[in-house]
């Protein structure tokens, strides 16, 4: 028993002096952190061993084992960046092309590590459903998103109207997993609703407008410039613009949208990366509708953490150049530039390359923008302003709780009515009536 231990500490000592001189070796032969030619040695190295000792001959092609890589490699850069091969690239392509899609009517992305709903877009089917801001997806078709990219989830996701589709959802809020079959449909959002004044239960002696925006699309600022037309022609005082749950959409639009209440040629948004080349600066141009110069009245935005991209330029600008009173809780955070750079075998890469900045240079990216006013919800009361929205789709299914009340309206409309009632305090007598206006 002894001899036999013996021989085994010996053949133990053996190995491990081999793997102290070959850890010496390895250390010695360690390439700099930044060595371009000394990392793509190690790179070349381990493809070479793959393709010489993996047991599975099938899965060792240079060209899966390429993009096996660069899919490794954007993974680790953000959420945002993808490669993409030259099928789903020329999918992309068809999506971006076409003014049409069938789709479920999301806006998705990752969120602390799970594929999750930003928002629902409105008339949808996704919307229908009730599916719900900050679920989960755990699968679609039964096909796990653990390991799934953002690009790959998208792709499933879209696809011909009238297929039918199954999400597994996870909803954090209240701890439950449910399976949805939905139908997918072409996707046409009406972006401006609801404009209206609001009951003077909540405004008082003053007449105070609302509108809700749902997306940012390319007829979203005509839209909305006739919509404030038919408010102002009521007496309109003040305003309230309504961006919960809108996840963004053209940044075009964005900056038009707030054009109707800056000045023309006033700093919207800029970005900027590593490159000069992804340094631009957007501004509002010159408004054809005249009465947009007189759009000086108070304005009061509302937002929470569904509101991404698009909304958070408008709400961080029109907040950075003392326009509006942002009322709500803190946005979802997604102020990057994506540039999608085609390669020479028909594949691209979705890289981010550069990030948005509000007029006073604070980044939008992973931050979002705060508001003056904090008004915070519970998930029921989201759960209930969804329905009271989704009530003529649901047809009664789900019942609105009758003492349900949108406290961050009451709050956007408070605040309007504390600068109105300041306003004619401080304005000359004379002044008064036009201040309202």
Known sequence: MKKRLFLS??????IFAGLGVWALDSSALAPDEDSAYANVQVFTRVLQLIRQDYVDDKKVGYRDLTYAAMRGMMASLDPHSQFMEPEDFKSMQDDTNSEEFGGLGMTV????????????MEDTPAYKAGLLPNDQILKINGATTERMDLSEAIHQLHGEPGEKITLTIYRPST????DYTLVREEIRVESVKDAKLLDPSLTGDFKIGYVRIT??????ADELSKKLDELEAKGMQALIVDLRYNPGGLLNSAVDV???FLPPHTLVVSTEGRAESQKHAYYTEENPNPRAKQRKYPLAILINGSSASGSEIVAGALKDLDRAILVGETTFGKGSVQSVIQLPDGSALRLTTAKYYT??????????????IHATFTAEQE???ILERREDETGGMEKIDPNFRDTQLERAADALKGVMIYTEKVAPKGDQKASAN
């Not at 992305?109 to 629902?120: E, F, N, Q, R, W």
């Not at 997306?215 to 979203?220: I, L």
């Not at 007029?359 to 003056?372: D, F, K, L, M, W």
């Open 215 to 220: 997306q940012f699309n390319k007829p979203t």
């Open 258 to 260: 707030c054009g109707q």
């Open 109 to 120: 992305s990752v969120k602390d590590g799970y594929l999750t709903i930003i928002a629902p």
């Open 359 to 372: 007029p006073s240079r604070q980044v939008i990216h992973e931050h979002g923008v705060e508001p003056n």
């Open 9 to 14: 500490g010996a053949f133990l000592a053996l």
């Open 383 to 385: 759960r209930q302003l």
């Open 175 to 178: 701890k439950e997993f449910k």
